[in-house]
């Protein structure tokens, strides 16, 4: 009995236990399931609160917002009441048509119709401000004629209508003078213009006048739109407007802003003939198809920002009097502004062509900005004006002269590139370079090594003369601009690492960008120079600032050709002056008053014409000139006082100095020719002195000059190896080692300006 109930006993307790671990487990489940569902609704209350912010902050696309409205079918009855009721925008009366659909279809007749005759009748009553109308959000379903509301008036004084108040009468009045304007500058004028001007008597002088304001933002117009010759004197807002089918605006007239911001045309849009008065926006506008501005006037600026040509733009002798904005501008067609005129800045920023940009016979009045543009086929200024403030900014101008090509006048276009540093530039001006070589246009290749070469020495002087922030004192600091705090921080930051660019100034936090702005001009980055490497600079300093000065670093062969004939006219009348007039006692050897005269009226005639050489080619032609002078004339003027100091005493005074090969008496060429005859008397007897005796002395001295300098005479003229002062000899010398680097010269720059001459030199 006993065991029975222990049995029982010990079986219910087992169930127990199991039961017990089932209702714990499932609780623990349970606990479970609550945490996860607890996480999931804290993150899901989270994420909706995300999503309210974004909206908040990030509104929808115009497009989206678009296909989210409700639109209303226009109805007549809807159509007056909107018309008895308009609303007050911007201080002006306007009939709100906003988010309408407005079927102009020709099926439905009537209502088109009554459309036009109700909205005509209200926009041309009387009244002392003009009635606009707003289109805003709404779906235009067939052909809209915006002529047809429009006002025809003619533009005579005498006869304008008495609706219009006088500052509108005026308005209409100013048409004469932008008329005049582009008759001056040979622009085709419209039927208006004609009138005005009195070419085409009978023809009416009437245009349409739309005298309230446009609003057309986001509209959608699924027809053809039709707005040619109207004057509208409010303005016209057409932000986000969609035009799916040909758009009409020739020989319009915006009398005050225009905005087609964010505007699609996908179909090709005429704007051809039209006059803006005042500023025109065409940001970021998509023309999907032909767009044809030609022959059109912005007087103001006009912006084309981020804009889009996917095909044919016409922009032919457009009259741009404001600042013309294509930046960020992508053609993806041809873009054509043949015989435009830019009174202002044209700025192609960061502005891709697939295809060829055209500027044949361009007026530009300012510099244009090609500033991150991209030229992936052809960009052809052939014929181009470009005032003397003009220039094309070409810094880091994406340009591969394999695939593309700048075309302009021989001569003229590479003087028009303009590019501030050489840092960031190097492959755009090689690329340059190459095109005109291939194209055979020499001097514009040269104008654009010359360019080169002058920001090279720029750079050169930069490194020479400003402070070095890695290692300058910190009193060069303080001196630079910076304070004591900030010439602190500037040490203690080189000496854990150097600096590697000017920018990274302003990493430091006591460095303001105030400060940097005012300092970052007068100081460089780089490695320390020992002082060595300072002079070796400093040469190369040199040297190329005397190559760039007298020969335009091989550039400017008329500059070579001055800078020597300069050189060849001192020297040879200091050899004159040296070998004519030697002394006054006893016995006076001095020159004759015919052969002094002749010698200082061709000295001043050569010295006039190749000083009209320097002055009409150099960049610079005072410091050139400057230049030549101190290598001609310290040196040659010190030994010739130095020898009259000390007089001449000495045998043969009474013989020239200077002899001549007496056996041949022709042009030669003498490259290795040396100024003194050598020693033996063979050669003696084959120079002889020259005769003071005949008139045409004077112009040995020439020839001897033009030996030593170009290694070219018509005599070979040497100076006598007996009893001849060391300073004559001296200034021989010093004139025939000038020469070697003259002639060097005249070479190189022959070989760099006469395309297949180098070939010729090498070969000799």
């Known amino acids: 009995m006993r065991l029975h109930i222990n049995a029982l006993t010990s079986g219910w307790g087992y169930r127990y236990k199991a039961c017990l671990r089932r209702l714990l487990y499932i609780f623990r489940v349970n606990w479970y399931l609550r945490r996860i569902y607890g996480v999931f609704s804290r993150f899901f209350w989270v994420l909706i609160g995300v999503l309210l912010i974004i909206l908040l902050l990030f509104p929808l696309p115009a497009a989206a917002v678009q296909t989210s409205l409700q639109r209303t079918p226009l109805t007549l009855e809807i159509l007056q009441e909107r018309i008895h009721t308009p609303i007050l925008r911007e201080g002006n009366l306007t009939i709100d048509l906003r988010q309408m659909v407005i079927d102009l279809r020709p099926e439905n007749a009537s209502f088109r119709d009554g459309f036009y005759q109700l909205l005509r009748k209200e926009l041309q009553k009387t009244g002392a401000k003009p009635l606009g109308l707003d289109l805003s959000y709404s779906l235009i379903l067939g052909d809209f004629i915006g002529s047809d509301l429009g006002l025809r008036t003619p533009l005579y004084a005498q006869e304008i209508a008495p609706i219009f108040t006088p500052t509108e009468q005026e308005q209409l009045e100013n048409l004469r003078l932008v008329c005049l304007r582009s008759l001056a500058f040979g622009l085709p004028n419209s039927k208006d213009c004609r009138s005005l001007l009195g070419t085409q008597l009978d023809t009416s002088s009437e245009i349409t006048v739309f005298r309230g304001s446009l609003t057309l933002v986001q509209t959608r117009f699924n027809g053809e739109v039709w707005f040619p010759n109207i004057f509208f004197l409010q ?96 053609f993806f067609s041809q873009a054509q502004f043949t015989k435009a005129n830019f009174d202002q800045f044209l700025l192609l920023t960061d502005a891709t062509f697939d295809q060829a940009v055209i500027f044949r016979e361009a007026q530009f009045d300012q510099s244009v900005s090609l500033r991150g543009a991209s030229i992936l086929n052809l960009a052809d200024f052939s014929d181009a004006n470009f005032a003397k403030s003009a220039f094309l900014t070409v810094a880091g101008l994406t340009f591969n002269s394999n695939q593309a090509k700048i075309l302009g006048n021989s001569g003229e276009i590479g003087q028009r590139f303009c590019i501030p540093t050489l840092q960031g530039n190097q492959n755009v001006l090689r690329n340059l370079g190459q095109n005109f070589r291939q194209q055979q246009q020499i001097a514009d290749a040269n104008s654009l090594e010359y360019t080169k070469q002058q920001l090279r020495l720029m750079e050169l002087g930069h490194r020479l003369v400003s402070t070095n922030i890695n290692t300058a004192p910190l009193a060069s600091l303080k001196r630079l601009g910076f304070s004591a705090n900030q010439a602190e921080a500037i040490a203690q930051r080189r000496q854990v690492k150097l600096f590697r660019n000017n920018s990274e100034l302003l990493s430091l936090a006591d460095i303001d960008l105030e400060t940097y702005s005012q300092v970052r001009d007068r100081l460089i980055v780089s490695e320390p120079l020992s002082f060595g490497v300072w002079l070796l600079h400093a040469w190369s300093w040199l040297a190329l600032s005397v190559l760039l000065l007298l020969s335009g670093y091989g550039t400017n062969i008329w500059l070579v050709f001055g800078v020597g004939g300069v050189a060849i006219a001192f020297f040879g009348l200091l050899f004159w002056l040296c070998d004519r007039y030697r002394r006054l006692h006893p016995v006076p050897i001095i020159p004759t008053y015919y052969e002094t005269i002749s010698i200082l009226v061709s000295f001043s005639c050569l010295e006039f014409l190749s000083l009209l050489a320097i002055f009409r080619s150099a960049e610079q032609p005072w410091l050139t000139l400057g230049c030549l002078l101190i290598i001609i004339i310290p040196i040659p003027v010190i030994l010739l006082i130095r020898l009259y100091q000390q007089g001449r005493y000495h045998n043969l005074l009474d013989v020239s100095y200077f002899t001549e090969d007496g056996t041949l008496r022709q042009l030669r060429l003498l490259i290795g020719r040396l100024p003194v005859i050598p020693r033996n008397p063979t050669f003696r007897e084959r120079y002889m002195p020259l005769l003071w005796t005949r008139r045409w002395n004077w112009l040995n001295y020439y020839d001897f000059s033009l030996n030593n300098l170009v290694r070219l005479g018509f005599n070979d003229i040497r100076m006598r190896d007996e009893h001849l002062p060391s300073i004559i000899a001296t200034l021989g010398w010093y004139e025939w080692s000038l020469g070697l680097l003259y002639i060097t010269l005249v070479l190189w720059t022959l070989s760099r300006t006469i395309p297949g001459l180098n070939l010729l030199i090498y070969l000799k």
Do not use: C, M
């Not at 802003?257 to 926006?281: L, P």
């Open 235 to 330: 303005s016209v807002d057409a932000q986000g407007a969609t035009f799916v089918q040909p758009t009409n605006w020739t020989e319009t007239r915006f009398n005050r802003a225009v905005s087609f911001t964010g505007a699609t045309f996908r179909h090709q849009s005429n704007f051809q003939g039209s006059i803006f008065f005042n500023r025109a926006n065409f940001k970021q506008v998509q023309f999907q198809d032909i767009a044809d501005f030609q022959h059109s006037i912005f007087e103001d600026t006009a912006n084309f920002n981020q804009a889009n040509f996917k095909q044919l733009a016409k922009f032919n002798s457009v009259q741009w009097e404001g600042s013309a904005d294509f930046s960020d501008v992508h």
